[in-house]
T-cell receptor, first 114, second 114 residues
Framework: KAGVTQTPRYLIKTRGQQVTLSCSPISGHRSVSWYQQTPGQGLQFLFEYFSETQRNKGNFPGRFSGRQFSNSRSEMNVSTLELGDSALYLC?????????????FGPGTRLTVT | DQQVKQNSPSLSVQEGRISILNCDYTNSMFDYFLWYKKYPAEGPTFLISISSIKDKNEDGRFTVFLNKSAKHLSLHIVPSQPGDSAVYFCAASLGGGGADGLTFGKGTHLIIQP
């Protein structure tokens, strides 16, 4: 089976812009979660989608949003980018919903905000 | 407040010996624990998990031990191989619905010396 894919792999944006990141889960996985990784905070949970519904959300501002499509593919959007949003954004899929079980991660999108 | 702590940022072990990575948690509600391995420029790879109803789980060279009273878990790798050199993350969740996704430690960089 193909693994989790994320596009683009690298992105450079300017403060104040918005960005959309894309994730395709492992075939058959209906749960998709997003995580932010920074050197200071480590890996932090953003949100989880299951069957097109956001089920869980981490402690991030409303500028961070997402959605999931009927084919389980997911997108994450960050509006009004700030310098502190520079991070590696990881998408993970799971055959089980809830976000608390084994997650299979993609390679991530490296976002740099200047 | 960090709920999952990996107090050793790095660990060096000789090839063929046992590697022991440690993790402590503070939230007594956590009931599902996982270990991930991460190589540079890749997403984390799931290694092994353990439910709080168990105190040990084995998978090949990897064994995870859970001591609930001490809120401590450890990952043993025997024997250690050069390909095991990576950053290892401990993660915990509320299991079930996992409302907050996975809570990760900040990682331990394992270096296997030839």
């Amino acid at each position: 089976k193909a693994g989790v894919t994320q596009t683009p792999r690298y992105l450079i944006k300017t403060r104040g812009q918005q960005v959309t990141l894309s994730c395709s889960p492992i075939s058959g996985h209906r749960s998709v979660s997003w995580y932010q990784q920074t050197p200071g905070q480590g890996l932090q949970f953003l949100f989880e989608y299951f069957s097109e519904t956001q089920r869980n959300k981490g402690n991030f501002p409303g500028r961070f949003s997402g959605r999931q499509f009927s084919n389980s593919r997911s997108e994450m959007n960050v509006s009004t980018l700030e310098l502190g949003d520079s991070a590696l954004y990881l998408c993970a899929s799971s055959p089980r919903g809830g976000g608390g079980y084994e997650q299979y991660f993609g390679p991530g999108t490296r976002l740099t905000v200047t | 407040d960090q709920q999952v702590k990996q107090n050793s940022p790095s660990l060096s072990v000789q090839e063929g010996r046992i590697s022991i990575l440690n993790c402590d948690y503070t939230n007594s509600m956590f009931d599902y624990f996982l270990w991930y391995k991460k190589y540079p420029a890749e997403g984390p790879t799931f290694l092994i998990s353990i439910s709080s109803i168990k105190d040990k789980n084995e998978d090949g060279r990897f064994t995870v031990f859970l001591n609930k009273s001490a809120k401590h878990l450890s990952l043993h790798i025997v024997p250690s191989q050069p390909g095991d050199s990576a950053v290892y993350f401990c993660a915990a969740s509320l299991g079930g619905g996992g409302a907050d996704g996975l809570t990760f430690g900040k990682g331990t960089h394992l270096i296997i010396q030839p």
